[in-house]
Nanobody, 122 residues
Framework: QVQLVESGGGLVQAGGSLRLACIAT????????MGWFRQAPGKERELIASIYWSAASTKYVDSVKGRFTISRDNANNTLYLQMNSLKPEDTAVYSCAVLNSVSLTNPIVHYWGQGTQVTVSS
C-alpha cells in the first residue's frame, strides 16, 4: 500500500516560517512529478506548487510565489515545502501528491497524502 505521510504543520504567527515534509513509503517516486495542494475552510482544494522529478522545473501559483519553495530529495523519497512570510490567508490543510505532470491546471493525481494543518495567526 503506497503511502504519502506529511509532517511539519502547526500554528505560527504571521510573518513566520514552516517547513512541510512528505515521505513516500512502499515505492519510489523519483521519476514522477509531485506537488503540494492546500484547502482552506469553505474553499476548493488548490494545487499551489509542483516540481518535476529531476527538480529542473518548479511551478507556483501567484499567491505563494516568492514566499514558498518546493524541493525534493529523491534519494530519501521526500518532498518539502518551505513556507516563509506566512500570512493568515495561508491557513489551510496542506497535502502532498504524486502528479501526472507539473502543470498547475487541471492536475491529475495518482496518490494523495492525508494532509497536515497549517494555521497562521494574525
Amino acid at each position: 500500500q503506497v503511502q504519502l505521510v506529511e509532517s511539519g504543520g502547526g500554528l505560527v504567527q504571521a510573518g513566520g516560517s514552516l517547513r512541510l515534509a512528505c515521505i513516500a513509503t512502499e515505492r519510489t517516486f523519483s521519476g514522477d512529478a509531485m506537488g503540494w495542494f492546500r484547502q482552506a475552510p469553505g474553499k476548493e482544494r488548490e494545487l499551489i506548487a509542483s516540481i518535476y522529478w529531476s527538480a529542473a522545473s518548479t511551478k507556483y501559483v501567484d499567491s505563494v510565489k516568492g514566499r514558498f519553495t518546493i524541493s525534493r530529495d529523491n534519494a530519501n523519497n521526500t518532498l518539502y515545502l518551505q513556507m516563509n512570510s506566512l500570512k493568515p490567508e495561508d491557513t489551510a490543510v496542506y497535502s502532498c501528491a504524486v502528479l501526472n505532470s507539473v502543470s498547475l491546471t487541471n492536475p491529475i493525481v495518482h496518490y494523495w497524502g492525508q494532509g497536515t494543518q497549517v494555521t497562521v495567526s494574525s
